[in-house]
């Protein structure tokens, strides 16, 4: 779809074609829909959203990065040694294997499945690092620049490889610099997560956190060297490197990271990696990796007049293309780039963080990219069965609140206490985003085989806990509504589950699947208990108000992002309004997501300027390298405020495509071409 802002109405499908007769408005002379051209020069365009350096970065959230859907590094000055550039490396999916039990069950992931942290190099320089000028071009994803010490100059060129495993680093160091020398670092094999908690508390950590065993160097063909980490009961984690001379005083680092589970294979496999990167040609290397970024960026065009908002969006594209891989792992809270030995998330959070990570994919036309979070639920699809309690695994199906990489966690039910032990929406709110792939591409064999079959079991386990009441209608026993506290009747979920059963009769009407569970959706659906609303409008659940500052809105999910509420019925969206508001007027809890949130929820009603207001609230809470955090690293806020952008530009949903909903008054001059709908 390509159109520049003018005036269209709401579009509606007929069935699953879409039917769209628009007339774009090119040019004050020209009508002419024959006449459109797309000759972006994107070198130029992306060029001018380059990220520079003039100062030297010392952290994650100020510093270079670079990855390829599973591994990753950062460039900085160490913080503690002006002689010394550090590059810190990272694999996403590479996770400790213990087994749940002996303690462990109690504990959780974090302590038996936590990602590994794996180290950094650090290049020691003759003198001190006293200049540092860089940049990260969007369209190559490569660093270039110079590094100036009280020595000399060192000229830097780096990427992450687009299709390979493989880490680059190149430098081309002037006399006395030609003496600097790489060395290597690694972070001991222990739950970044206990170590982050046993910071905070002052508590010594629980048994089932012991670290594992010691890492150990190896070398290989007398060429290549790897740091070795075994894994427990089995698998490793092994750094390989190899530096070599390239042309006119170049000096080549290339570094691998693999993970092999259950296999002992992870030296092998690394090395392999980089002797073939060491056979190749630098610029046969260059041209494959250019390539796919060259490619990837054109699958859609969007330009807004607002140079913060532009930039910022194309920079998450960018982070889009370093972060997921179709045949990749899901992308979690820290992405490739960061293995800090204390962290508090080191893994994947199912009750906000994924969803939001990847919204952008899907108007965005990113669809390869989201394929490495379905991916990811169909190759653990039995874990996603295993994590309920046995007498439920016959139908049901749940995401805990966080997980490893392999989402196994046993997870709660509705009534079963406090906290996390109530918290069962996750699964249902991933199969959201699988239903938003699914509806982009309508390709059915995905909804036969993954969207359907994993949307019923997530809706069965709701169904599970129905309860009729003296009024004759269905009501939930209380679950969490997530991060602020428990209610019957909880609006998260109650927005789940009635979402769940309208797209499961949807699916299978189009599947033309006689599914015996049809007469039952179709009964909640007609006596489920309507929201709970007090004065203040939408709760958290029956007999518990919303009057605590919380991030999340997972109460107004009615309204945004599952669009169950008519926003062609002034009453409804007072309704909405009033809830937003509220929401927002509380204020000590909320952070980035939070605005990232108003500002699609307020484009869900057609209100420009109100969701713009939003979005802006969002930029005092985005590091200088677009990255984010909450205490410690965390991906999601600055993708949704992506996504928000393009809920204000294309919206689809109830069988209506909405075109430019949402434009504020200083956004009128605005152009997307190929967004999906």
């Given at each position: 779809?390509?159109?520049?802002?003018?005036?269209?109405?709401?579009?509606?499908?007929?069935?699953?074609?879409?039917?769209?007769?628009?007339?774009?408005?090119?040019?004050?002379?020209?009508?002419?829909?024959?006449?459109?051209?797309?000759?972006?020069?994107?070198?130029?365009?992306?060029?001018?959203?380059?990220?520079?350096?003039?100062?030297?970065?010392?952290?994650?959230?100020?510093?270079?990065?670079?990855?390829?859907?599973?591994?990753?590094?950062?460039?900085?000055?160490?913080?503690?040694?002006?002689?010394?550039?550090?590059?810190?490396?990272?694999?996403?999916?590479?996770?400790?294997?213990?087994?749940?039990?002996?303690?462990?069950?109690?504990?959780?992931?974090?302590?038996?499945?936590?990602?590994?942290?794996?180290?950094?190099?650090?290049?020691?320089?003759?003198?001190?690092?006293?200049?540092?000028?860089?940049?990260?071009?969007?369209?190559?994803?490569?660093?270039?620049?110079?590094?100036?010490?009280?020595?000399?100059?060192?000229?830097?060129?780096?990427?992450?490889?687009?299709?390979?495993?493989?880490?680059?680093?190149?430098?081309?160091?002037?006399?006395?610099?030609?003496?600097?020398?790489?060395?290597?670092?690694?972070?001991?094999s222990e739950s970044p997560r206990a170590r982050s908690w046993a910071k905070d508390t002052g508590k010594k950590e629980a048994p089932a956190a012991t670290p594992g065993p010691l890492g150990s160097e190896v070398k290989v063909d007398g060429q290549i060297t790897a740091w070795l980490q075994p894994l427990r009961p089995r698998g490793q984690v092994a750094t390989a490197w190899q530096e070599v001379n390239g042309t006119e005083g170049a000096r080549i680092f290339y570094i691998s990271i693999a993970h092999t589970y259950p296999e002992n294979s992870a030296v092998d496999t690394a090395a392999a990696t980089v002797r073939h990167a060491a056979a190749t040609s630098p610029a046969a290397l260059t041209d494959t990796h250019r390539t796919w970024w060259h490619d990837f960026y054109p699958n859609a065009f969007l330009s807004i007049p607002d140079s913060y908002w532009e930039t910022f969006y194309w920079i998450q594209m960018y982070k889009i293309g370093s972060g997921m891989r179709s045949d990749g792992t899901v992308l979690d809270l820290q992405g490739p780039w960061t293995g800090l030995p204390v962290n508090a998330w080191p893994g994947v959070w199912w009750n906000l963080n994924v969803q939001l990570t990847y919204w952008p994919c899907y108007t965005?036309?990113?669809?390869?990219?989201?394929?490495?979070?379905?991916?990811?639920?169909?190759?653990?699809?039995?874990?996603?069965?295993?994590?309920?309690?046995?007498?439920?695994?016959?139908?049901?199906?749940?995401?805990?609140?966080?997980?490893?990489?392999?989402?196994?966690?046993?997870?709660?039910?509705?009534?079963?206490?406090?906290?996390?032990?109530?918290?069962?929406?996750?699964?249902?709110?991933?199969?959201?985003?699988?239903?938003?792939?699914?509806?982009?591409?309508?390709?059915?064999?995905?909804?036969?085989?993954?969207?359907?079959?994993?949307?019923?079991?997530?809706?069965?386990?709701?169904?599970?806990?129905?309860?009729?009441?003296?009024?004759?209608?269905?009501?939930?026993?209380?679950?969490?509504?997530?991060?602020?506290?428990?209610?019957?009747?909880?609006?998260?979920?109650?927005?789940?589950?009635?979402?769940?059963?309208?797209?499961?009769?949807?699916?299978?009407?189009?599947?033309?699947?006689?599914?015996?569970?049809?007469?039952?959706?179709?009964?909640?659906?007609?006596?489920?208990?309507?929201?709970?609303?007090?004065?203040?409008?939408?709760?958290?659940?029956?007999?518990v108000p919303f009057k605590n500052s919380h991030r999340h809105y997972s109460h107004l999910f009615m309204v945004y992002p599952l669009h169950l509420v008519d926003t062609s019925k002034p009453e409804e969206v007072a309704l909405a309004d009033k809830s937003i508001r509220h929401w927002h007027s509380l204020k000590g809890g909320l952070q980035g997501y939070s605005f990232s949130g108003g500002a699609s929820l307020y484009a869900t009603l057609g209100w420009g300027n109100e969701a713009l207001e939003m979005l802006d609230g969002l930029k005092r809470y985005i590091r200088p390298n677009t990255l984010y955090r909450e205490t410690w690293p965390v991906m999601e806020t600055p993708l949704s405020g992506a996504a928000s952008i393009h809920d204000m530009l294309l919206q689809s949903h109830n069988e209506v495509v909405h075109v430019f909903p949402a434009i504020p008054d200083k956004w009128q001059n605005t152009v997307f071409h190929d967004l999906r709908a």
């Open positions: 779809m390509s159109l520049r802002r003018s005036f269209f109405p709401a579009l509606r499908t007929l069935g699953s074609v879409l039917v769209l007769v628009v007339t774009p408005l090119l040019s004050a002379q020209s009508n002419d829909s024959s006449a459109i051209e797309n000759k972006i020069n994107w070198s130029t365009f992306l060029g001018s959203k380059d990220m520079t350096w003039t100062k030297a970065p010392t952290n994650w959230d100020n510093a270079p990065f670079l990855g390829n859907g599973v591994i990753g590094m950062q460039l900085m000055r160490d913080a503690k040694d002006k002689n010394a550039l550090r590059v810190e490396v990272a694999r996403m999916d590479a996770q400790e294997h213990l087994p749940f039990g002996e303690g462990a069950e109690s504990i959780g992931w974090s302590y038996a499945r936590y990602r590994m942290p794996i180290g950094f190099f650090s290049l020691k320089t003759v003198g001190e690092i006293k200049d540092w000028n860089l940049r990260l071009s969007l369209w190559d994803a490569e660093v270039q620049g110079t590094v100036t010490t009280s020595k000399g100059k060192i000229a830097l060129r780096a990427y992450a490889h687009a299709t390979q495993p493989l880490l680059v680093v190149e430098i081309t160091p002037d006399s006395p610099e030609a003496e600097a020398q790489w060395s290597w670092n690694a972070y001991a965005g036309n990113r669809l390869e990219a989201a394929k490495s979070l379905s991916n990811t639920l169909l190759k653990y699809r039995q874990n996603l069965i295993d994590n309920v309690p046995e007498k439920y695994r016959a139908d049901s199906a749940a995401l805990p609140r966080a997980s490893g990489h392999d989402i196994r966690q046993n997870t709660g039910w509705p009534g079963n206490g406090k906290g996390a032990s109530a918290e069962v929406g996750s699964l249902p709110w991933a199969c959201h985003n699988l239903f938003l792939q699914y509806r982009m591409t309508m390709d059915d064999d995905f909804l036969r085989d993954e969207v359907f079959p994993i949307l019923r079991r997530a809706t069965n386990y709701y169904i599970h806990f129905l309860e009729k009441g003296e009024d004759g209608k269905l009501h939930l026993p209380p679950t969490l509504s997530p991060e602020y506290g428990i209610a019957p009747d909880c609006n998260y979920d109650l927005a789940l589950l009635r979402w769940g059963c309208q797209t499961l009769l949807w699916c299978a009407a189009r599947l033309k699947i006689n599914d015996p569970l049809t007469p039952q959706w179709k009964d909640i659906l007609a006596n489920l208990v309507d929201y709970p609303v007090d004065k203040n409008g939408y709760m958290i659940g029956r007999g």
